[in-house]
């Protein structure tokens, strides 16, 4: 903490040393811990199911190909619009990684030969619910009824002591015109500002209840995702 | 004091006092060990007590021998060692040790007192296997005038002979005491979960999760009892709170779920029946630790308090 009897350049310094510390440890550090308890949990034969792009992911995936010898083959699943599972596809099969891609609609038919499912989030909000990429509660819904583990990764950075319960409250909106698809030279959906009846809602985030995740894989170790007012406690607890 | 030694001592401990949780023998040799080390530096003495643990762990495979002994080595390291004096600093750590035993010790009677009021007059409770928390608990029972009867399952290893023994044990125990006791198959679980009020086990050792390893045949009992929507209540001292967080029974580790013996000798594992399973924390009602009544998501916080 900063006294205002400090000077200006000095305080600066500080500030700057502070954030970079900061910067490296929760940000940087915690990438590195968190693939590495990971990839404790990928087993030999696995096969893993991971949706959209996440950096985590993506590297605890990496880590675990080259720094072990466990064999195991990845289940890529992408949604419209954004179709951000083929970057992860794409990192994945350079890193020599054995990949499937399939979109969301599709997973019914991939999960009973899954192992387990391992996702990112942008947020983990204070009662344990993780607010991810539209898509990710489905994905967990489904995962649950055919009893296969659903892991995140989250830095403790992501933690916020806001509560949701449903996925409407404080979402964003992106452009609608996103979801209009040119099939054989024809946008289906192309004059649907001027029909009154007819809106178009692309959501971007939705929130998935703490019940249908098993493990969250934070920088401070493997927790249940009920332990996330726990961690905000020892945080606050630390800067003070 | 070399690892022939520390595994007598142990083994000692076992035999003279057949009611003492295999755990805090484990801690009370540590204990001793820590006493007789030669060594000059802090981080020569853990890492020796390290390896102490491990040579106990290979004696005895349970969970609570690894996790209590764990918990030890960073119940003493917790102080601020500032001295620099050696000789002083290991004072210390041993006091701190006998601190830790003495709480250790107190645990069953504190779980007794907290986990009896839940048992009612005329109730009829289901246990599996031999626990001597959940003996400890019953007697508290008794001492407050209650009447209840208990069903208690074979708990059938393989070897037909241990059988007799281990339901001898839990048995004879509760007819001592002048309990009612029914011996049922592992099988008849589901069968007399009708008649159950509750059903109250002991533990190998808590998960992160909140959930329990405990003898094979648990995770059935817990499932039955949640379909009959009976109350699952599980009794553990918090030594046996281990930093493990297994999502399904493969992924608990291979050196808990067999004998220490069968570990040594045993070519192919796959071949050999497990000792332990994993039950899920969904299915548990209560846990009574010496640390409180918890829920199964509150063992997690507790986890991070201990061991952070």
């Given at each position: 903490m900063l006294f205002v009897t400090v000077p200006s350049p000095q305080a600066k310094e500080k500030l700057q040393a502070t954030i970079d510390n900061?910067?490296?440890?929760?940000?940087?550090?915690?990438?590195?811990?968190?693939?590495?308890?990971?990839?404790?949990?990928?087993?030999d034969n696995d096969v893993i199911l991971v949706y959209g792009c996440s950096s985590l992911v993506n590297r605890t995936l990496c880590d675990a190909h080259?720094?072990?010898?466990?064999?195991?083959?990845?289940?890529?699943?992408?949604?419209?619009?954004?179709?951000?599972?083929?970057?992860?596809?794409?990192?994945?099969?350079?890193?020599?990684?054995?990949?499937?891609?399939?979109?969301?609609?599709?997973?019914?038919?991939?999960l009973p030969e899954v192992s387990k499912v391992l996702l990112g989030a942008h947020a983990l909000l204070a009662n344990g619910s993780v607010m991810s990429r539209v898509g990710t509660s489905q994905i967990a819904l489904v995962s649950k009824a055919y009893n296969v583990p659903v892991l995140v990764c989250c830095e403790t950075y992501k933690f916020c002591e806001r509560v949701q319960t449903d996925s409407f409250v404080s979402n964003e909106l992106d452009d609608p015109d996103d979801l209009i698809v040119q099939r054989k030279g024809q946008a289906q959906l192309?004059?649907?500002?001027?029909?009154?009846?007819?809106?178009?809602?692309?959501?971007?985030?939705?929130?998935?209840?703490?019940?249908?995740?098993?493990?969250?894989i934070t920088d401070l170790g493997m927790i249940p995702c009920t332990s996330v007012p726990v961690v905000l406690r020892v945080k606050n607890v630390d800067q003070q | 004091m070399s690892t022939d030694d520390l595994i007598e001592t142990f083994r000692a401990q076992l035999r003279d006092d057949p009611d003492?949780?295999?755990?805090?023998?484990?801690?009370r040799a540590l204990l001793g060990f820590l006493r007789q080390d030669r060594g000059e530096t802090i981080q020569g003495l853990r890492s020796s007590l390290r390896d102490a643990i491990d040579t106990l762990s290979r004696v005895d495979s349970s969970v609570a021998v690894n996790s209590g002994g764990e918990l030890f080595l960073r119940f003493i390291s917790l102080t601020s060692l500032e001295y620099s004096d050696y000789s002083k600093c290991k004072e210390i750590m041993i006091e701190r040790g006998e601190i830790f035993?003495?709480?250790?010790?107190?645990?069953?009677?504190?779980?007794?007192?907290?986990?009896?009021?839940?048992?009612?007059?005329?109730?009829?409770?289901?246990?599996?296997?031999?626990?001597?928390?959940?003996?400890?608990?019953?007697?508290?029972?008794?001492?407050?005038?209650?009447r209840f009867s208990v069903y208690v399952t074979e708990s059938q290893p393989d070897q037909a002979g241990q059988v007799f023994i281990n339901l001898q044990k839990m048995a004879k125990a509760l007819r001592k005491l002048n309990i009612p006791v029914t011996v049922i198959l592992?099988?008849?679980?589901?069968?007399?979960?009708?008649?159950?009020?509750?059903?109250?086990?002991?533990?190998?050792?808590?998960?992160?999760?909140?959930?329990?390893?405990?003898?094979?045949g648990t995770n059935q009992i817990a499932v039955c009892a949640k379909a009959q929507n009976k109350p699952f209540y599980v009794v553990a001292e918090s030594f046996k709170f281990v930093r493990l967080f297994p999502l399904n029974q493969q992924d608990v580790p291979d050196k808990f779920k067999?004998?220490?013996?069968?570990?040594?000798?045993?070519?192919?594992?796959?071949?050999?029946?497990?000792?332990?399973?994993?039950?899920?924390?969904?299915?548990?009602?209560?846990?009574?630790?010496?640390?409180?009544?918890?829920?199964?998501?509150a063992v997690s916080d507790e986890l991070i308090k201990l061991y952070l």
């Open positions: 900061y910067l490296r440890e929760k940000i940087v550090l915690a990438a590195e811990a968190i693939s590495k308890s990971a990839f404790e949990k990928i087993n080259t720094q072990t010898d466990r064999t195991f083959r990845v289940i890529v699943v992408d949604s419209r619009p954004r179709l951000e599972g083929r970057e992860t596809l794409r990192r994945l099969v350079r890193h020599g990684i054995h990949c499937t891609y399939v979109m969301i609609n599709a997973i019914s038919y991939v192309g004059g649907w500002a001027e029909n009154n009846s007819l809106r178009l809602l692309n959501l971007v985030y939705d929130v998935t209840p703490p019940d249908l995740v098993d493990l969250v | 003492v949780a295999s755990a805090v023998a484990a801690i035993l003495r709480k250790v010790s107190l645990s069953r009677n504190k779980i007794a007192k907290l986990c009896h009021p839940f048992i009612r007059d005329g109730a009829r409770i289901l246990t599996h296997a031999y626990s001597r928390v959940v003996l400890r608990v019953l007697e508290a029972a008794v001492e407050s005038k209650k592992d099988a008849a679980v589901g069968y007399i979960m009708e008649k159950v009020d509750l059903v109250l086990v002991g533990a190998e050792g808590v998960v992160e999760s909140g959930g329990i390893i405990n003898k094979i067999y004998k220490a013996d069968t570990l040594k000798t045993s070519q192919n594992l796959t071949e050999e029946h497990p000792w332990i399973d994993y039950t899920s924390p969904s299915l548990i009602t209560l846990l009574f630790t010496d640390l409180g009544v918890l829920t199964p998501s």
